[in-house]
């Protein structure tokens, strides 16, 4: 069963003037530990938290909060999974919303496509419960 959806579009342009005007002040606010060291090593690396914070963005609106009621940007961080697939890991106040929306007896999946095409990033999320076996 479907949970919720969310989507969001970002400009890598934008993101990389907030990088250059806010700096680290930015980045340590918005995006993760393990979301920095990935997009710092990138040659691309405006593009990489272009798309990451499409999906933070994305995330939120599936959670049905955005970013308030206590769930904030670095609550959300994209991960890979063994397969390389991307999914978001939840922490703080977004893990506690996404346990309050799963209803009894199911676990939560949450389901990441992201993308770019020149600076323009989009991501979309799509938030599952499926019964616990």
Known sequence: MILGIGSDFSDARRIARSIERYGERFLERVFTPEERVKADARARRAETYAKRFAAKEACSKALGTGLSHGVFWRDMGVVNL????????LTGGAAERLAQMTPPGHDAVI????????????????ISAI???
């Open 82 to 89: 063994p397969s390389g697939a991307p999914t978001m890991r």
């Open 131 to 133: 019964p616990r076996a």
């Open 111 to 126: 389901h990441l496509s992201i993308t770019d095409e020149g600076p323009l990033c989009a991501a979309y999320v799509v």
